[in-house]
């Protein structure tokens, strides 16, 4: 199809997610009403340039879409009303896309909400066909049927399918869960702000092993709405600072694989969300590697651990060593699920695409506020539904040149890793001598710094590959060789305090990739540079 229009999302919001029941001035009107004012205050326009809306819920009777908008207004504009399981409100904002890409329209709302009892999901309807039951016969040919939640029993025996296929172990599940309720805490939106230790998310009541309660996503109440428009609406509106753009968007139902083979993890959606991403990838040049910050479905910690392979974040069966690695969150490869995801944040699920898209604006923009992951340029959205549809979608800033300078805490001395200045010496240095020595080293040196400010890590890279003289914090390009050590210890390496064969040997210098490269460590250190002074 030619003649797409570019679409940008230029304002979104939310309510914080609530445990059902625990407001009582929370209907569904009345989220929707907060969410929608919030994304038309943050847009800057009246609810009277809204052309046209789409509507995500799940639990609710007919046309809740325009009992819910009438609280915004009552134009007359054409409503949709979408249900596309735990993917309704991505599946909403994937309409409202194509009813601006296609020219149906210049600004339209989607908005997403849901009121939830409390306790696990289950069927409302006994009297026809429940549309899970396909996947109900891949698991019960598999496995026999335990006293716990069936969605519980079907994402964790993915888990289980994973590591017994893979390696992984219960422990790179947890970590999942652990990372999410840490940031979380950074979330004024979230159903749970409260940190756990590793330890608590292990021992935290057994749902389904390996899968603790701390592990599984609550039932949630809590609304989320975003506009999106044209590039004339933006430009006749001067909307360019704050236009976000929708560079790519797809969406993809089961394949055969996911009742044929025999999988759990391709009957809960991996093989959907796979075609979905490699689509968008096709289709819009991007390279996963390329991408800074990540929302996606965790329903179940087991869910984000399979969906990292599933969206290229790491090859098939490599997902713990990215766990390990820490590049699931600040000072790695990626920070997903900023937001603290499903598991901490909540999963009201005709909200939860919306409030993914809202995160993800925020963070392109430089208003996440304490939980601002540094230079995000390029972010990945991923939300799914059982039954099934898997959406995912590429956002950056529309128009870089005229967004809004980005406000950045200004770090006291204590906040600043003590290796910064050593690197920023390193990199005057190259200006000079770095030709010569890159046509002698070639190589990509990583180096991921712990134990920092805060207890943080941070990742430097030094390009000298292909005649490259340049020192890149939490650059993106792949390197041949990656050093890891302790803020301090790095210093002192590097000061001549503490040699690098010591540090190696005692375990203070961990180094992964390809050896050859490490020993050509001291090439890209001037002898004659007085670190010791600058420091």
Request: overall charge positive; hydrophobic content about 35%.
């Amino acid at each position: 199809m030619t003649g797409k229009r570019r679409v940008f999302v230029v304002g979104v919001g939310m309510t914080k997610f609530e445990k059902p029941g625990r407001r009582d001035d929370f209907d569904y009107p009345d989220m929707a009403k907060e969410s929608g004012t919030k994304a038309l205050q943050d847009a800057g326009i009246g609810y009277s340039s809204i052309e046209q809306a789409v509507v995500g819920y799940v639990y609710g009777d007919t046309t809740c879409g325009q009992r819910a908008l009438y609280q915004l207004g009552m134009t007359g504009i054409p409503m949709y009303n979408v249900n596309n399981a735990c993917a309704t409100g991505s599946s909403a904002l994937y309409l409202a896309k194509q009813l601006v890409e296609g020219g149906m329209a210049d600004c339209v709302m989607a908005l997403g909400f849901e009121k939830m009892q409390r306790g696990s999901l289950k069927a409302q309807y006994e009297d026809r066909t429940n549309p899970m039951d396909k996947h109900m016969e891949v698991l019960m040919s598999n496995h026999d049927l335990q006293a716990s939640p069936i969605t519980a029993q079907m994402f964790g025996r993915a888990g289980i399918e994973h590591m017994d296929k893979y390696g992984t172990t219960a422990d790179h599940i947890a970590k999942i869960a652990y990372k999410n309720h840490k940031h979380s805490t950074n979330n004024p939106y979230s159903q749970f702000q409260k940190e756990y230790s590793l330890a608590d998310i292990k021992n935290a009541p057994m749902v389904f092993a390996p899968l603790t309660k701390l592990q599984c996503c609550p039932t949630s109440d809590g609304s989320a709405a975003a506009v999106l428009c044209s590039e004339d609406f933006v430009k006749k509106h001067n909307l360019q600072a704050r236009a976000v753009e929708i560079i790519g968007m797809q969406m993809a139902t089961d394949l055969p694989s996911t009742f044929e083979e025999n999988s759990i993890m391709k009957m809960v959606g991996y093989d959907m969300t796979k075609k979905a991403a490699d689509d968008l990838y096709r289709k819009t040049g991007v390279h996963p590697s390329q991408i800074d910050v990540v929302e996606l479905h965790d329903c179940f910690a087991a869910n984000e651990l399979i969906t990292y392979e599933a969206l290229g974040l790491c090859p098939p069966g490599k997902a713990g060593e990215l766990i390990d690695r820490g590049d699931n969150t600040y000072g790695g490869k990626y920070v997903i699920n900023p937001s603290g995801g499903l598991i901490s944040k909540g999963h009201p699920l005709g909200a939860t695409g919306l409030a993914q898209c809202a995160e993800l604006c925020w963070q392109l923009r430089g208003e996440a506020e304490k939980r601002q992951v540094p230079g995000a340029k390029l972010a990945l959205q991923h939300n799914i539904g059982l039954g099934g549809a898997a959406v995912v979608t590429l956002y950056k800033m529309g128009f870089p040149e005229r967004q809004s300078a980005r406000i950045q805490p200004r770090l006291t001395a204590a906040e600043t890793f003590k290796c910064e200045p050593l690197f920023n010496l390193i990199e005057e240095h190259l200006k000079g001598s770095g030709k010569a020595i890159a046509k002698k080293v070639d190589a990509r040196f990583g180096f991921k710094v712990t134990a920092g400010p805060g207890g943080k890590s941070a990742f430097w890279l030094i390009d000298l590959k292909d005649g490259a003289t340049s020192v890149v914090r939490d650059g993106k390009d792949k390197v041949d060789v990656t050093f890891t050590m302790k803020d301090a210890d790095l210093v002192q390496m590097m000061m001549g305090k503490l040699q690098p064969q010591s540090a190696f040997f005692t375990g203070k210098l961990k180094i992964s990739g390809a050896m050859k490269y490490a020993t050509k460590l001291q090439s890209i250190i001037p002898k004659n540079m007085t670190i010791k002074s600058k420091l």
